[in-house]
């Protein structure tokens, strides 16, 4: 079954947050994002466009690999 993005995003941030312990507003700068929009996608409901997805993960993939690595287990 697909895996809607909006969760795996707000998995993705959440597990990334943990590792790194960073708050919202550390994550936000981090992502070049608004950090009220951050707040939206670590709880699921935001809307974020395909490049906003897109800079997350390759955010999180240079900075904290392993958190991409965890979330393949947890949509698998």
């Known amino acids: 079954m697909a895996v809607a993005i909006s969760c795996y ?4 941030l959440e597990i990334y ?3 790194t ?4 507003t550390e994550m ?6 608004a950090p009220s929009n951050l707040y939206l996608y ?3 409901t935001g809307n974020p466009r ?5 800079r997350i993960v390759n955010s999180v993939e ?3 690999p392993e958190a ?3 979330t393949g287990q947890w949509y698998a």
């Not at 995003?9 to 993705?12: A, D, N, P």
């Not at 936000?28 to 994002?33: H, I, R, W």
């Not at 395909?50 to 897109?54: F, Y």
Request: with cysteine; aromatic share 4%; net charge neutral.
């Open 9 to 12: 995003l707000s998995e993705l």
């Open 17 to 19: 947050q943990k590792r």
């Open 21 to 24: 312990n960073k708050s919202c």
């Open 28 to 33: 936000a700068l981090d992502f070049d994002v």
């Open 42 to 44: 670590r709880t699921g």
């Open 50 to 54: 395909a490049n906003t997805v897109d």
């Open 62 to 64: 240079a900075s904290c």
């Open 68 to 70: 991409i690595r965890e």
